[in-house]
């Protein structure tokens, strides 16, 4: 991702979110002076801040597509999560702080599958020597479960009387390591089962996940990990998938867990990315000066709580995790909401501030979902051919069926409820209703092609658009 310059991502953004060219050169530009921070002198460098974002935009129009597909491009820390899952500190639910500790998490394991691949041959290879421990045991009381292995109870070159020395039963055992180490890699003993012991300790944030673990103190939670010992099992495993169980294992010996920590840590702080969805449900519709006339009882209360307690964190401060203390200066902020009820500048002014660069999603058209439906990748009509493609059906769609689809959804969302491209699938699932239910019974009748018509999208669909009440529920 840091090699990438703001046209390269547009473009590549640009295969899987239709328009939207503004929040795409926003997001684009933000990301490249990330590296171009990068690049400074350390004294400067810590004085460039990140220009955080807002998304403004009816829903469905692609606000969280674009973060999405920003997380598979990016090769930094990133995580989405969404502002309503947040209460201010004192009422039940989650503080802003745990997602600084949830995008270090993502940064850990980041760091730590790039670690992996890099010892990936020694811990392959470590693997099999142990692979073949267990394969040829010491004892043949603990021998694997399975045939014999070849030539293990024969004389070699014993001689007449039996007997065999200390160097010949050496020769002869490493003879027949060599011999069982080509039948490991050629897959012929993937069926073979072996005892493996294993160690498992006890996810902690799962068992303690109603007491709120995650907002513990740090050192506390590290406490409660200590004090629960790690589990040991004996299992028995097929060879395939015992190798897959010791590779952990022995990549989990060759990585340097302080230094994954450090890099992680570093990692969060500097190139972190936190996609902040739906904050416009934390703002306070019609307040002024960004105070609320509601009362006591009002959810306003809650929903500026947040706003202050989310101010600091953007802004810049130090949060702790188990991994250490993370400044979030220099994370990114990119946040997004649709702003029907609320505007952006019914949030606080000090988090408007903090929010420099606005970017303003227009909502979306037929043409619009003609493109959706046909350019990309993973456009739902390709998704829905490759699905009875599975039964053995193919199907073929008209320009004409591909136009009326589009009018159809660009109809109801004028009609109904605005939700954008969403309504495409609602479509797209009327009209494969019939088809999805006996592509089985079609293709075993001798029918393995059909192709869809304008006419037949507007028999399925038509009626129901032009019925105001029915498509309140179908639709």
Known sequence: MHDLTPSQIVEALDRHVIGQADAKRAVAVAIRNRWRRRKLDAELSREVYPKNIIMAGPTGVGKTEIARRLAKLASAPFIKIE?????????HGRDVESMIRDLVDQSVSLVRTEQAKVVEEKAQAAATERLLDLLLPDHPSSAATGPASPDLASGGNAGGSGFITTEQSGENRQRLR??????????????????????KRPQTNVMF???????????????????????TAHRKLSVKDARVVLVEQETEKLLNKEKIQAEALERAQNDGIIFLDEIDKIATPGSVGGKSGGGSNSPDVSRQGVQRDLLPIVEGSAVSTKYGTVHTDHILFVAAGAFHAAAVSDLMPELQGRFPIRVELQALG???????LTEPKNALTKQQQALLAVEGLQIDFDDAAIEAMAELA?????????IGARRLTTIIEKVFDQINFDASERV????????????????????????????????
């Open 444 to 475: 075993a009748g001798g029918e393995t092609q059909l192709t869809i018509t304008a006419d037949f999208v507007q028999e399925q669909v038509a009626a129901v658009v032009e019925d105001a009440d029915l498509s309140n529920f179908v639709l």
């Open 209 to 231: 996940a109603n007491m709120g673990l995650d907002q513990m103190d740090p050192d506390m939670s590290n406490m409660f990990e200590k004090l629960i010992p790690e589990q």
């Open 366 to 372: 037929k043409h619009d979902f003609v493109r959706i």
């Open 83 to 91: 502002a309503s899952k947040f209460t201010e500190v004192g009422y």
């Open 410 to 418: 660009a109809q109801a969302n004028t009609t109904l409820e605005n």
């Open 178 to 199: 060599e011999v069982l180490r080509k039948q490991l890699d050629a897959g012929a003993l993937d069926e073979r089962e072996v005892e493996l012991t294993v160690t």
